[in-house]
């Protein structure tokens, strides 16, 4: 089973961007769906994007965040990324990685079959300054 270290930083200014990254551990890692999610104090988990297992080929994004998040992996790098644009007041959280080796997306495994992802990354707290 892989493991997931997320890094990036962690404090963005209003208006600028967000970029993390979650590295995987494990030589299986190309066979993982993997998903960022994040909460919010005194908010549920809020699922953000999904990439699909093998290339990546596939994304899927929540509509609250569409059009300003693009997530990737780069298999060669055990490594997925998520870019998010324009942050604003609302996007501080707990940003999390996630991945699921039986499903070919997140959104598959937790939508369709309430499976939430195998294994998680650590979460890492983002916060927008003014």
């Known amino acids: 089973q892989v ?8 404090l ?18 190309s066979r993982y769906a993997v998903g960022w999610f994040r909460q919010a104090p005194g908010k549920e988990r809020e699922f953000l994007a999904a990439v699909s297992r093998g290339g990546g080929g596939s994304q899927d994004y929540a509509d609250s965040v569409k059009g300003r998040v693009t997530i990737s992996r780069d298999n060669a790098k055990n490594t997925v990324y998520l870019q998010m644009n324009s942050l604003q007041s609302e996007d501080p ?23 939430d992802p195998d294994v998680w990354g ?3 707290l983002v916060t927008v300054s003014l």
Do not use: K, W
């Open 12 to 29: 963005v200014q209003a208006g600028g961007s967000l970029r993390r990254s979650c590295a995987a551990s494990g030589r299986t890692f």
């Open 122 to 124: 650590q979460g890492t």
């Open 93 to 115: 959280a707990v940003y999390y990685c996630a991945a699921d080796p039986l499903f070919h997306t997140i959104v598959v495994a937790t939508t369709d079959n309430d499976h």
């Open 3 to 10: 493991q997931l270290v997320e890094s990036g930083g962690g």
